[in-house]
């Protein structure tokens, strides 16, 4: 059974820095793309960050980029998400993600495999 499993979410003050972690089981990883997502509280969920599955190639949705650093470490089946300058917009739901296609991406989606989510609460 593959789990993916987000931890690292928190209350930060505005400005802050946050670092998520996304540890994978049941299956490796290592030749697929991963990414993270987010939905606030009465939005859609939208795309956050890709990196490819070497770690070579990353994508960012506009909002985040300059702030936010997707890694990987293919060893550990995990894909991480430095946040820093966090922002009050920021605040939701982070989901990490696995994409079943071989070495595809970086991409938008779509994504096989979800997460549960952490929460991010930025306070201003």
């Known amino acids: 059974q593959v789990q993916l499993v987000e931890s690292g979410g928190g209350l930060v003050q505005a400005g802050g820095s946050l670092f998520l972690s996304c540890a994978a089981s049941g299956r ?3 030749n697929n793309a991963m990414g993270w997502f987010r939905q606030a509280l009465g939005k859609e969920r939208e795309f956050v960050a890709s990196i490819s599955w070497s770690g070579a190639r990353t994508l960012y949705a506009d909002s985040v980029k300059g702030r936010f650093a997707i890694s990987r470490d293919n060893a ?3 894909v991480y998400l430095q946040m820093n300058s966090l922002t009050s917009d920021d605040t939701a ?3 990490c993600a696995a994409d079943a296609r071989y070495r595809v991406g970086p991409t938008t989606g779509p994504y096989h495999y979800w997460g549960q989510g952490t929460q991010v609460t930025v306070s201003s």
């Open 28 to 30: 490796t990883f290592s």
């Open 93 to 95: 739901v982070y989901y």
């Open 76 to 78: 550990k089946n995990t």
